[in-house]
């Protein structure tokens, strides 16, 4: 599943047409591996919690390959530099996002038996219900990475492959960036209040 994200990305920033394609039709046809080796881990009574943190790994590495991927192919189109720097940024603020590291450190201390579980769960019920806004949401499933978002881009990007179409991948990698920005001033800020 991990792979064929990254495989799929490597295909589509070729510059070749036919891999390209192919690139795209792994991108949407990586979701049936997720759901096939889940379901098979349920069947025959494997699950485990590593297979569940692969599981979640796989799908960060696969939609960290996919903007990374539209990214290097809307520069491949236009030769902008600005698209380099985009990655960068939205790559970056991926790794500083202060959620992973707050639940990093959060899962540390309970492991380390420095915090108690139950104390947390119980005063953040009421914060959690607060943040549930409109907006909040609306932020946080505009351009995610499920599949229904995933195919409709792959879909676009198709048809500016076949029709020589520029605007729809600049516009989703544009539409991503403001995504991105949003959401780590957004969640540093749910944070900090």
């Known amino acids: 599943y991990c792979l064929s994200g990254i495989i799929a990305g490597v295909f589509l920033i070729s510059n070749n047409s036919i891999l390209m394609v192919i690139g795209l039709i792994i991108f ?9 080796d889940g379901l098979i881990a349920r069947m025959k009574n494997i699950t485990s919690s590593v297979g569940h943190v692969l599981d979640s790994w796989g799908s960060h590495i696969g939609s960290l390959s996919f903007i ?16 380099l720097f985009l990655i960068i940024l939205v790559l970056f603020l991926k790794v500083i996002d202060f959620k992973y590291f707050a639940y990093h450190q959060l899962f540390y201390e309970i492991l380390n038996k420095q915090l108690n579980l139950k104390a947390i769960k ?56 403001l995504k991105s920005i949003a959401l780590f001033f957004g969640i540093f800020y749910a944070y900090y209040y």
């Open 28 to 36: 949407v046809l990586k979701g049936s591996l997720d759901w096939t």
């Open 68 to 83: 990374s991927s539209i990214g290097i192919y809307c520069f491949n189109n236009t030769n902008e530099n600005i698209y």
């Open 122 to 177: 119980n005063n953040n019920e009421n914060e959690i219900k607060k943040q549930n806004s409109f907006f909040v949401l609306f932020i946080k499933n505009f351009m995610d990475d499920r599949s229904r978002t995933v195919d409709l881009i792959c879909f676009l990007i198709l048809l500016k492959i076949i029709y020589n179409i520029n605007f729809f991948s600049n516009m989703i990698f544009g539409l991503y960036i």
